[in-house]
């Protein structure tokens, strides 16, 4: 039996009729671009993540970009980031001509490992970019310790973590912004691209809704050389629809993970993402390491049988072409390198079945990993 990676069909059509009772609706407006929809839905968003404002953005990457653009950051800043994360995380801080300084990340949580941060940091470093990898949270106790010793500003990039939390409080909510991302295969996933800045900083909050309408307040009148980072009303008004089941994603999710790590935890040949006491993953990918060479061969297996795997990510942002004599602090990296080779994600979206879950654990233990 093959099993998707992830199957955004059975989790659309139970919503269908919804979806096009917002279609009409917002067709009939004629209001496509930021309106009510946005508003009410930075709302929502704003109370979800247990922060006081949001700001809804064209992309997670643009949300990323307009939070350091409202920081002030530019030429000559440092900014530290994982190594081991998407591009986008590192393109924002590149793009404004500030150098991403590459902080190595856990072997078992895949997150930023603040003491390789703590070796990177120096008087140029305005700002850290813990990135909650796959669901979970980073420590954001220590992200938060390490921000006031050092008087940088915290950027959350929550893209794959929407609703996780650490102590009980959500992610987004420890920063002076937390990033949020609604490409489809997020664990709120829109019809398109979209994303959204949190904050519990009124001014911030304000900056960022200018710099996304090009600078401007009042109209025609431009205070910040901006962009057009807008959110559409359509986007926004699908989201809505969405989001009071996310945490019942969340929930199907948790249960496929508890399942996966109950059944191969201690296995040897292969590991287990490790869950920090103080956090719950919402698991927007369950990534699990393939020892002794074995990744690209386990991957094959997999696709062999019809199973939806992928690798989350190949190779680290500092070895990148683009980023060559860009970043810094690429060269001390052991952790980065080692997971690139090693990881490989598998089938843990919300509607899989208990069967499927099975198909997959099996052929787990068929290639090799069985008790
Ligand atoms: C998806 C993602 C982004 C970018 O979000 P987009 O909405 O695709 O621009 C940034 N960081 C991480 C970690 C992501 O997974």
Redesign the pocket.
């Known amino acids: 039996m093959p099993v998707p990676l992830l199957d955004l069909t059975r989790q659309h059509t139970p919503l269908e009729d919804e979806f096009k009772a917002v279609f009409e609706r917002v067709f009939k407006s004629n209001a496509f671009v930021l309106g009510p929809d946005v508003k009410a839905l930075e709302e929502e968003i704003a109370s979800y993540c247990d922060c006081s404002h949001a700001v809804g953005l064209s992309?997670?990457?643009?949300a990323?970009l307009v939070a350091l653009m409202a920081l002030g950051i530019g030429p000559g800043d440092e900014v530290l980031c994982p190594s081991f994360?998407?591009f986008?995380?590192a393109g924002s801080i590149a793009r404004l001509g500030a150098v991403p300084v590459w902080v190595d990340v856990l072997p078992d949580t895949f997150n930023i490992d603040l003491a390789d941060a703590i070796d990177k940091v120096t008087d140029k470093t305005k700002a850290i970019m813990p990135?909650h990898?796959y669901g979970q949270s980073a420590e954001m106790e220590c992200v938060q310790a390490f921000a006031r010793k050092f008087g940088v500003k915290i950027i959350e990039?929550v893209?794959?973590a929407i609703g996780a939390t650490y102590g009980g409080r959500k992610v987004g909510s420890f920063g002076d912004f937390g990033a949020l991302?609604?490409?489809p295969t997020?664990n709120l996933g829109g019809f398109g691209?979209g994303?959204m800045l949190v904050t519990n900083d009124a001014e911030l909050a304000e900056k960022a809704v200018w710099l996304r309408n090009h600078g401007m307040n009042p109209k025609y009148y431009h205070k910040y050389i901006g962009g057009n980072f807008r959110l559409d009303s359509l986007q926004a008004a699908l989201l809505r629809v969405k989001l009071p089941h996310l945490e019942s994603y969340h929930t199907a999710r948790r249960a496929n993970a508890e399942a996966y790590t109950e059944r191969l935890a201690g296995h040897s040949g292969v590991l287990c993402p490790r869950i920090i006491p103080k956090a719950q993953s919402v698991w927007n990918q369950y990534t699990l390491r393939i020892l002794d060479g074995k990744r690209d061969a386990f991957r094959e297996f997999l696709s062999d049988r019809g199973i939806g795997n992928d690798i989350y990510y190949p190779l680290g942002l500092h070895d990148q072409e683009c980023f060559q004599g860009i970043g810094r602090g690429g060269e001390s990296l052991t952790v980065t390198p080692m997971l690139a080779k090693e990881v490989v994600s598998i089938p843990c979206f919300p509607e899989m079945t208990v069967d499927e879950r099975e198909e997959v654990l099996k052929a787990v233990w068929d290639f090799g990993y069985a008790k």
């Open positions: 992309s997670g990457t643009d990323l994360t998407f986008g995380t990135v990898l990039d893209a794959q991302s609604f490409y997020k691209d994303g």
